[in-house]
């Protein structure tokens, strides 16, 4: 690792509880590597914040290594920061230059509040995967896997969508705070597979309804969501996630 | 509520309804610029006004014109109502936002266009359609649409109105043609080339054609 060479002024979103107004406070960091990713900074902030007395400024982070989709910070304007296709514990210093100012928000929808600083409530997401985002299978032992033949581009275009971690960076990019690339990520996982057939119509129902409710925006096909989604999910899952529900409402026995 | 109001009220519903009106009035944009562009026939409005006659009077064409008007309050109505609900889901906005990073500009702008469409809409009607329309309901006798055209466009400030509108008409087309399809569900690898070709295609020729109609007269190219 090279040594902390970095000077990086910081303009960080502080809040104390979802009640609260929040507001930017900002800080500057003299002993930032290249080699650090962004939560290491942030890590460096907070020591440098406790040595002061100073609230440690909140945020979510897990497995650091882009697969777990907990870290989520707007970075720059952009949901994980400059950089396609990678979340903001992928993101690292040497992305940004000596001496560059960078502006950290949370995401900004009304279905993520604001728990704290950086951290926001993405139980929407959880409420919508409960919704319909499962397959029920009887107890028993497991079939045998060749007695279910899955042609291999539907097991490929399964397995993109379910690459999905969930992060909300989506719904973060979105003009309209929508969650479509999401939903539509986890009705095509199980939609393209054999196992999602069961439920496949009352899926699309109710998870479109529950996203519905949790007062998600609608999609105008913008592209921001999949342009700037760390796992790269295609939009062509939104577009089958509309012939799935437009689909299951004209056929479904649900009235 | 009903399986089919719910379905036309939910986020993926409204999309539904702007995507299928959007797709029936680039339909009308069709006939509209194809029976106009007679005028560049230069022989004194007889072809564009044997069109106008038939599109003024056939039953069947009247008819329609009813699902027409229809067609335009839902694509407007639906689109305001997106609108609404669209900025309600995000009440805070960021301080900072790249967003010419990951969409391009008149994709965000659908309601922004859609509302200069509007505003173009009213002067447009007022112009032609609504007077000649009540003008057929009191006296039976259509009004020649030819002359108040010559008339009409030798304003320079409508003539520029008009440019604007086809300006607004162009962006609109060029995300709202291909979003469609993507909304209607229609994303397929081997049609997304030629979904995207004849949407931009559509979306430079149309407006063009259109905007050379006031320009034309108003040049005294067409008289």
């Known amino acids: 690792?090279?040594?902390?060479?970095?000077?990086?002024?910081?303009?960080?979103?502080?809040?104390?509880?979802?009640?609260?107004?929040?507001?930017?406070?900002?800080?500057?960091?003299?002993?930032?590597?290249?080699?650090?990713?962004?939560?290491?900074?942030?890590?460096?902030?907070?020591?440098?914040?406790?040595?002061?007395?100073?609230?440690?400024?909140?945020?979510?982070?897990?497995?650091?290594?882009?697969?777990?989709?907990?870290?989520?910070?707007?970075?720059?304007?952009?949901?994980?920061?400059?950089?396609?296709?990678?979340?903001?514990?992928?993101?690292?210093?040497?992305?940004?230059?000596?001496?560059?100012?960078?502006?950290?928000?949370?995401?900004?929808?009304?279905?993520?509040?604001?728990?704290?600083?950086?951290?926001?409530?993405?139980?929407?997401?959880?409420?919508?995967?409960?919704?319909?985002?499962?397959?029920?299978?009887?107890?028993g032992n497991a079939q045998d896997a060749n007695?279910?033949?899955?042609?291999?581009?539907?097991?490929?275009?399964?397995?993109?969508?379910?690459?999905?971690?969930?992060?909300?960076?989506?719904?973060?990019?979105?003009?309209?705070?929508?969650?479509?690339?999401?939903?539509?990520?986890?009705?095509?996982?199980?939609?393209l597979l054999p196992q999602g057939q069961a439920e496949r119509n009352i899926r699309a129902e109710k998870m479109v309804a529950q996203m519905d409710a949790e007062g998600f925006g609608a999609c105008t096909n913008t592209g921001a969501c999949a342009a700037e989604c760390p796992k790269e999910i295609s939009l062509e899952n939104i577009a089958r996630m509309n012939r799935e529900y437009i689909g299951a409402k004209l056929s479904s026995s649900a009235v | 509520m009903s399986w089919f109001t719910q379905t036309l009220t939910s986020s993926i519903g409204k999309k539904l309804l702007m995507a299928l009106t959007g797709l029936f009035l680039i339909s009308f944009l069709v006939i509209h610029a194809a029976i106009n562009a007679m005028i560049f026939y230069n022989d004194g409005g007889e072809t564009f006004t044997h069109w106008g006659h038939f599109m003024g009077t056939n039953p069947i064409i009247r008819t329609l014109e009813i699902g027409l008007v229809a067609g335009f309050i839902i694509h407007i109505v639906d689109g305001l109502m997106l609108w609404k609900s669209n900025a309600a889901a995000r009440p805070v906005k960021y301080a900072v936002n790249k967003a010419e990073a990951n969409s391009t500009w008149y994709s965000r702008s659908m309601g922004l266009l859609g509302t200069l469409l509007l505003i173009f809409l009213v002067i447009h009607t007022a112009h032609f359609w609504i007077p000649n329309r009540s003008n057929q309901f009191a006296t039976g006798e259509e009004l020649n649409l030819y002359?108040?055209?010559?008339?009409?466009?030798?304003?320079?400030?409508?003539?520029?109105?008009y440019v604007l509108g086809c300006i607004s008409l162009f962006w609109h087309l060029l995300h709202g043609f291909k979003s469609a399809f993507q909304s209607l569900g229609l994303n397929h690898v081997k049609y997304n080339g030629l979904i995207s070709f004849v949407g931009t295609a559509f979306s430079i020729v149309i407006p063009l054609l259109f905007a050379l109609m006031p320009i034309s007269i108003y040049l005294g190219w067409v008289y």
């Open chain 1, 1 to 139: 690792m090279s040594a902390g060479n970095m000077h990086i002024k910081l303009k960080v979103w502080r809040q104390s509880n979802s009640n609260t107004q929040g507001g930017f406070e900002n800080y500057s960091l003299d002993t930032v590597s290249p080699d650090m990713s962004f939560l290491e900074m942030f890590d460096v902030l907070n020591e440098q914040l406790i040595e002061t007395g100073t609230e440690p400024v909140a945020f979510d982070h897990d497995c650091r290594e882009g697969i777990c989709g907990m870290c989520s910070m707007y970075i720059n304007g952009q949901p994980h920061g400059p950089l396609r296709g990678v979340t903001t514990c992928q993101l690292h210093m040497r992305s940004f230059k000596d001496g560059d100012t960078i502006v950290v928000e949370p995401w900004r929808a009304e279905a993520f509040p604001v728990i704290k600083d950086l951290v926001v409530d993405r139980d929407a997401f959880d409420r919508v995967i409960a919704a319909g985002g499962f397959v029920s299978v009887n107890t």
């Open chain 1, 147 to 191: 007695s279910l033949p899955i042609p291999k581009v539907a097991a490929d275009d399964a397995f993109a969508a379910a690459a999905c971690i969930g992060c909300g960076a989506c719904v973060a990019a979105c003009k309209n705070a929508s969650a479509m690339l999401f939903v539509s990520a986890k009705i095509s996982q199980l939609a």
């Open chain 2, 147 to 161: 002359q108040m055209m010559l008339d009409i466009f030798q304003n320079p400030i409508v003539v520029l109105i």
